[in-house]
Structures are given as C-alpha cells and as structure tokens.
C-alpha cells in the first residue's frame, strides 16, 4: 500500500526530472512528506537527486530533506556542492544529524565544510564526532529543553512558548551546576499551578545513560521503560544531550539487520550502491575462510575413514567442504537480498544491479577459495586430476550458489510472498545437489 | 550493567521471599520500576510468582505490573486467582493490553472474567478480541484524547487538565461525525492564544491506518514519519483508537524475532516455559521435513552417478541429507538460544531447562526422522544394514547438533561474548564433522 504510493512518486518525479517540468516537479515535491522524499532519493540516479535537490529553494527544507536521507547519499548530494552551500545546508540541521554526514565525508572535504560553518556550531559538530556512532554521545542530540528547579510552572510555559526551536515532550530539570535533578513532562507542566516549582512537580529519579553507552543498550532501556527520550550525562551527572525515540527505532531496527547478517556472517549492514567489491569482499570472507577452514578439517578427519586413493572416497572427504562453501556464500547472497527488500532498503527493480554485484563477489571468491581447496587437496593427497575437479567444482558451485540465493528472494518479492521465505532447506537442497552434481561430474570428466 | 542491577535485584528479592521477609520485600518492590518488576517475573517460578504478586495492595500498581508482563505470565497469575480478582485487575488495565490476556485465556475462564467486569469495560474487550492481534486493531488502545474542531485551544487545554486519565502527546481533531480531521501537538497547543480553533490551528493531512493494517505496515509508518504515536479509523474515517510508539517498539522487537527465527525455521516466536514439547515439534517440523524431502531427492540424483551397491557410493549420496537435518536442527535450536539470550528473554541461569527442551526436541525429532530416512533408504537401496546405519547415524548426529547448537550460545554468553557469533561456520562445521564420522563408523559396524 505504502509501497504502491512511493512507487508512482518514483514514476511521476521521474518522467517531470526527464522533461524539465521544474515547475509541475515543484508542485509535487512541495506536498510530499520529507520522508518520503528521502525514501525517492533512494531510487534516484546521481543525476536525478543533483536535479531535484536542486528545486528545492527553502534553505530549511533542503535540510529536513538532507536529514532524512540515508548518509552516504547525504554525502554524495553535499560533496558535489561548493563548501559553503554544503556548510550552510549542514548549519540548519540537528547535531548529532550533521555530526553523522560530516563524520562520513573525506577528511579535507569535512575540514573545508567545518571551516565554513559558524564556529559555535562546527564546534558541537566536532565535539559530537568525538563519539562513536554507534554510542549514546553519537545518538544524542544536543537539543534539549532543560530549566533550573527553581523555576515555576507558568515560567516554565511562558519560556517553551518563546523558544522557536522547542519539540520536545519533555522538560528537564537542572541545579545551578547543569547537574540533572528531575523530569517532568510537558502534560504534567500543563496541569500544574502556575506559581509551582519544578523541583516540586519533578520526577526526581530521572533513568539516563553516560555518552559512552552502547546503542544496543540505549535502545534496551527505552524499550523497557517505554520513554519517548532518554538524557544522556557526563560522569558528574551534567546533561550533555538527548537521545529522542526516532532514533531508538532506527537503532532497533539496524540492530535487527545487524543481527540477521550476522547469523549468515554477511557483515553488518546491508551494502549500498556506493560499496565497493572490495569492501564487499572483506565483509563475506571471514564467514567464508572459517568454512574453508572448517571443511579442510572435516575433509581430513573423514579421510582417515577411508580407501586413500579411491575416487568416492575422495569426493565424500571433501563434501562438506564444497556443500559449505556453496551453501554458505549462497545463503549471504539471500540473506541480504531478503533483509534489504523487508526493510525497503532494496526494491525489485534493483536486482539486475545487485546480481551484478553479488554474481561479481562469487566469482572472486570462487575463484579464490577455488584455487586455495584445489591446491591443498592436491598438496595432501597427490590425486590432480581430482583435485582439478574439486576445485572447477568450488568455483562452479559458489557462483551458482549466488545465482540462486539472490534471485529466489527477489522470485518471492515478485509474486508477492515474504522475500525471508526464500531462504528454506529446499533452496539450500538445490545448492547441495548443484554442488555435488558438478563435482562428480567434473571428477569423472577430468579425472578420466 | 542493566542485567547486573537486575540480577541484585532477582537475588535479594528470592532471599527475601523465601524467608517469608514480606515487610522488607514490599519496600523494595515500592521502590523498583514496574518495569523492572515485570522483568523478575520472567525469571521466578510460578509459586515466587503468586507470593511477590501478593504483596501488593494497590490495585492500580498490581495492574501496572501486570500490563507489563509478558502475557504468558500475566495468563498464568490471574488464572490462580478468583474471577472476581482477576476481573478487578483487568479492569484497571488498558483495553489493548486487558484484550491481549484475555485473548489468550482458556474461553471458559475469559468468559468468567468477562461477565465479572463491568460491561462498558467487557464490551471494549470484546469488542478489541475480533480483531486480530497481529494488525492494527489487536494493538490499538482505545483511549486517546479527542476534541471537536470548534474547540478553542483555551478550551482543550482546561479539558486535558480536568482529564485524568489524560497520557498522551497529541491533541486528535474530530468533527460531529466523529470523523477524524486533524491533529495537533500539546506542544503547539500550548504556544497558541487561547481564543484560536483547533480547526484552524491542527494539522489537517493526518496519516492514519485501519484496524486491518497489518503490525509491519504499522511499524514500518511509524518509524519512517518519527511519529508518537499512529490514529486507527474505520472505512468512514471515524477515530477507533491509537497506536503508541512504545508498542510500536515491541512490534520492531517481535518483529526482528520472528525474521531471525524464520531464517532458521525455527517458528515465529521465543518458546515460553509454557510451551510444550508438541508444540516446540510442530513449530520445526516443516522446515525439517523441507530438509528431508530435499535431501532425499539429492541422494536418488546423486545416487545415479555412482555404483549402485557400494558403500561409500550410498554414505555419498545420502550425506547431503544427513549434513542438512544434523545443520538444520542444530541450527534452530543455535538461533532460538542467541535470540532468547540477545533480547534478555533467556538468561544464562535457564540453560539448564533450555538444554532439557531442546534435547526433547532433538531426541523426537531425530527418532522421527531417522526411522523415516532409514526406511526410505532401505526401500529405495535393499541396503538392510547401510540403512540402519544411516538411520542410527541421523537420530545421532540431530542429537548431537542440538547438544552443541544449545550449548554454544550459552558459552559465547558466558565469556561476556555475543551469543549470536556462536552460529558461526566452525560450529556448523564441528556438526558436519560428528555426522559424518557417526555414519562411516556405524557404517562400517552395522554393515560388517
């Protein structure tokens, strides 16, 4: 439902961009969710995006729109700005936003952006950066609404009613060192007599997290407690930042998608269209020596068991190796491909350009797993031309493997199944069978 | 840190209560967060459960406590006490979370509880009972603050002071219809001159789903607008309720479960202690029975490459099929155990009733399907004593693969490690490896 609205956005601002309709693209832009848009800027090309950001004349709006947008194409739509409109879009967004993209830029790009924003706000930026991304201090925000105990309720009022940039549920409750006292919210504020404290109002025992928190953490605690922020702290209890429940959901659900690739050692986040094949190859090969290994392991303990020489002995010594491999790399190339069309990170019309990139991380890595099992199977048992085989059979199986394990979840997405129900023992059974098919095959070929 | 203070707490409140300290007991629990108690719960048996429950009075606080629960449990309590009191208690509940423990009572005893409440508050429940719990109806309450569009912000903001029941963060707009026509903030509400209208004030293009919507879709609305909370309307667009972020959350939570466990077939949720052992079976029954069929079609291909009547040609053909039910099941029993342990569902004090569990499963599964595969085989093959090899080979090798699936994430726990790292390819591998060699000796004992 939501997919089909996003799709015909995707369709109509496309069609306008080609036409140079500015004018109708306006239109459309002006009335569609920023969120929304973030999601298009997933789907547009390099050019697309320059184009239409480039409609957009509200400074405010451009950054909301930046805010949204996954960082790196944050980063590629500010890189390809002159510095000083990059910085003066990155001014108007929240910190802990701002910190994300400049902290994901190349360095001198970051310098030259920091040089040209105010110096009051590169410094929070800065100071932000300081945090890993991954921690409370790098999900904090540094804007918060927090008043002395001292004050009372209607000033308390009058003084959110005169703050522009207030959007918080939340008040929060300092003594005269900054130190966090109390919390108490907005609904409260409303109910109480004006000529009331806050001290007196306040919930005192306020629950907050040190900037050094793991973000799992973080997310566990708002979770548990149902709040919809969480104050984050120095040691000396000084509130430094907030951390909204926007953010926890995001966490939440990037630690699910962390989760579900690692259970295929397939890294721990989904690769996007800037990720190289290298990078893609880093993250795949540790889940994939650990196999290699493993399966050289078994292949020598089973060979103890049998004929040294023979032909099936040889094959079956070696078949949870080659089972493992294939099925292995297949089953990351699925689970990636089904977490990405479930979080809505991929779409079905990007499989010619993710096979492309998973066809392109099997066969590098067939070729060299291949060519490593092929040459210790030949090293310890002097069989070449089985070896041969064993190792055509690596490569063979592995790409094939890939093969099958992207394009059955795209398969499912299409005819409107759930893209994770790809990944069952009959898809794996048609890696195995693949799998040991060519291997016998290729053995009795080149052993002949 | 959180588990830490967690597991003070569960310690001193056991000591407490078994020394029958219920003044020092009650002081405690005043001071924890209902949250927090909720958590112990999980973790006392049924009997601490009724004892620790029994000490509070307040019925408010014992409905606090009780709708933080996990449902199981809360079943398990109320169903211990009179109608009378299990009524009193629901009723102080909201409708969603009453809705969801009545739901899942037997239907006699929900009847008995029923016909105990009042029946403005029965009704509700009933009303909430036929929608189903996995859409926007099951987790909607039906209490949310919502005034007419010629309300003066004056007016609103009197009305949510005399409000006792009032929790929320957004003013909803109707008209005389009921129809829901905007929304506003209690932040906006609060910085607008009292004499100005809602109407003309709210945000008219609110998105809002219908008690249909599926919790994913719900989930997936929330986390891309940052709302707080999501409006439920009929076809008439007339307000039936709200969906707040907090249940929102666990909806992600329950959501990342259900896709790890799908990954491994092994069901859609965490197993309760309730769970019985028929149940644990049915929930992994297909994805074995996929393995099976799978690997039973491997081995009559495979088998057509090789002689017919030798034995390494038989183990051969059939090791696909044994690697794939001993990986599978180990592989459910790894990902129930990760998953339990990585959301604070399990702790590692459970291993010992996990294991138990887990070996139940193992044991009747691998009896099952050994019995099974060895028939078949010995029909296909007339390979009487091959067969029973194969057969004793897989009740062994699932058995063990579940030994070493339970076992390993409670290790990886133990060692302050991640659990979910303990489903890596070596423990795969060490499950190949104990397969394989099970099969070739008994093989080579059963058949000599």
């Known amino acids: 439902m939501l997919?089909?609205?996003?799709?015909?956005?995707?369709?109509?601002?496309r069609r306008l961009s080609r036409?140079?309709?500015?004018?109708?693209?306006?239109?459309?832009l002006n009335?569609?969710?920023?969120?929304?848009?973030?999601l298009l800027f997933r789907f547009y090309d390099s050019r697309e995006r320059r184009r239409i950001f480039s409609l957009f004349t509200d400074l405010e709006r451009k950054a909301e729109v930046v805010a949204e947008m996954d960082t790196s194409i944050a980063v590629e739509l500010l890189s390809g700005m002159t510095p000083d409109q990059a910085a003066a879009i990155l001014q108007e967004l929240e910190y802990d936003d701002s910190?994300?993209?400049?902290?994901?830029?190349?360095e001198t790009l970051a310098a030259e952006i920091l040089a040209r924003m105010e110096s009051a706000e590169s410094e929070q930026v800065e100071a932000l950066m300081?945090?890993?991304?991954?921690?409370?201090g790098g999900l904090m925000s540094t804007h918060y609404f927090a008043l002395d105990k001292e004050t009372t309720a209607g000033e308390a009022i009058a003084a959110l009613q005169t703050d522009e940039d207030f959007d918080a549920f939340y008040v929060y409750v300092i003594n005269e060192y900054g130190h966090l006292v109390g919390v108490l919210s907005l609904r409260q504020l409303v109910r109480t007599p004006p000529s009331r404290q806050l001290k007196e109002i306040m919930i005192p025992d306020v629950i907050s997290v040190t900037p050094g928190a793991a973000q799992d953490e973080v997310a566990r605690i708002v979770e548990r407690y149902n709040f919809l922020a969480l104050p984050v702290v120095d040691e000396s209890n000084k509130l430094l930042g907030l951390i909204t429940v926007d953010d926890v959901i995001d966490v939440i659900t990037e630690e699910a998608t962390r989760d579900v690739l690692k259970m295929a050692g397939a890294g721990e986040e989904l690769p996007e269209a800037t990720t190289t094949l290298r990078e893609n190859l880093a993250t795949r090969f540790p889940w994939l020596l650990m196999t290699c290994i493993g399966?050289?392991?078994?292949?020598?303990?089973i060979h103890q068991y049998l004929d040294k020489r023979s032909f099936l002995g040889f094959v079956l010594s070696f078949c949870p190796l080659l089972l493992g491999m294939a099925r292995n790399i297949g089953n990351q190339s699925a689970t990636l491909v089904a977490r990405g069309l479930d979080t809505g990170q991929f779409h079905i019309s990007h499989i010619g350009q993710?096979?492309?990139r998973e066809l392109a991380v099997g066969c590098a890595s067939g070729v060299v797993y291949g060519a490593a099992i092929g040459g210790v199977a030949a090293a310890?048992?002097?069989t070449w031309g089985y070896s041969l085989a064993l190792s055509s059979a690596v490569v063979a199986s592995m790409i094939v493997a890939v093969l099958i394990g992207t394009t059955a979840p795209f398969a499912f997405a299409k005819l409107g199944g759930d893209p994770t129900q790809a990944r069952t023992p009959l898809t794996m059974t048609a890696m195995d069978i693949v799998s040991v098919v060519l291997f016998l095959a290729l053995a009795k070929t080149l052993a002949a």
């Open 295 to 301: 399966g050289l392991l078994a292949a020598v303990l």
């Open 99 to 106: 910190t994300d993209i400049v902290a994901s830029m190349p």
């Open 19 to 28: 036409r140079g309709a500015s004018q109708a693209l306006t239109k459309i």
């Open 130 to 136: 300081g945090f890993h991304e991954d921690t409370a």
């Open 31 to 38: 009335k569609t969710h920023t969120a929304d848009i973030a």
């Open 380 to 382: 310890l048992y002097h």
């Open 3 to 13: 997919g089909e609205r996003i799709k015909v956005l995707l369709d109509t601002t």
């Open 354 to 356: 993710i096979l492309m």
